[in-house]
């Protein structure tokens, strides 16, 4: 099992920046793919981007050349560095470990961080 506590929440204007910081504990940090989701009042959560094992980062088109990922593993965390904010960029944003053995996946997740981006 994992824990993650997230962090760097908060309000910014448009155009404005951010970085999240998830920290985990209690597992083999380097052993999982981390992700950061989002979920805005009434819509569905969704996968804002993704970094493996290995470093491969993936983004959802709404925020490629704004956001990056990366993961420290010495420090057993992972960040998103949030640029060029847009008010649609209004969310709870989560943290998650994912890990998969044999078609067996396992999810963990943190509490959530307010972002809120508005004049």
């Known amino acids: 099992q994992v824990q993650l506590v997230e962090s760097g929440g908060g309000s910014v204007q448009p155009g404005g920046s951010l970085r999240l910081t998830c920290a985990a504990s209690?597992?083999?940090?380097?052993?999982?793919?981390m992700g950061w989701y989002r979920q805005a009042p009434g819509k569905q959560r969704e996968l804002v981007a993704s970094?493996?094992?290995?470093?491969?980062?993936t983004y959802v088109d709404a925020v490629k050349g704004r956001f990056t990922i990366s993961r420290d593993n010495a420090k057993n965390t992972v960040y998103l560095q949030m640029n060029s904010l847009k008010p649609e960029d209004t969310a709870v944003y989560y943290c998650?470990?994912?890990?998969?053995?044999?078609?067996?996946?396992?999810?963990?997740w943190g509490q959530g961080t307010q972002v809120t981006v508005s004049s």
């Open positions: 998650n470990a994912e890990h998969t053995v044999f078609s067996s996946r396992s999810d963990y």
């Open positions: 209690g597992s083999i940090f380097s052993i999982y793919t």
């Open positions: 970094i493996t094992v290995v470093g491969t980062t």
